[in-house]
């Protein structure tokens, strides 16, 4: 897990890129830049924010966060979230708009066109499916 408690307070501010970094939110809500992954991420005690551009679907079968609620927006093409409810909701998501994801939902984020997508996901304890037939 990221330690974001041996942060030292901020004096200046911090440029970072958005593909090479996330940046990690404690909950004192100090910010701290955590390297970008693919899934899973880095895990963060607080949420994480970041940047993605998505061309496929992720490479697991649906994540899902106790932590608290997931925020997506889409700053541009389509995608089609799969909540794992009872009944099962699907929503389509089209650029400039966003999704609050409930905590605890297991959900998939399926790529209808290619997007780029804003999230803050709390952690730091999100659970991943593996996808069947993956090693």
Do not use: C
Not at 87 to 102: D, S, Y
């Amino acid at each position: 897990m990221w330690a974001l408690s041996r942060m030292k307070p901020m004096t200046s501010a911090i440029p970072f890129d958005p593909i090479a970094y996330t940046v990690g939110i404690g909950r004192d809500f100090a910010a701290s830049l955590v390297p970008a992954q693919p899934d899973p991420p880095i895990p963060v005690a607080g949420a994480t924010f970041g940047v993605v551009t998505m061309t496929e679907n992720a490479p697991h079968s649906g994540e899902m966060h106790p932590d608290g609620d997931e925020v997506l927006y889409l700053i541009s093409g389509r995608v089609l979230v799969t909540l794992q409810t009872k009944p099962i909701q699907k929503i389509e998501i089209l650029h400039g708009n966003g999704l609050i994801v409930p905590r605890g939902v297991w959900h998939t984020v399926d790529i209808i066109e290619p997007s780029q997508i804003v999230y803050v996901t709390p952690g730091p304890n999100n659970q991943f499916r593996q996808q069947e037939g993956a090693v």
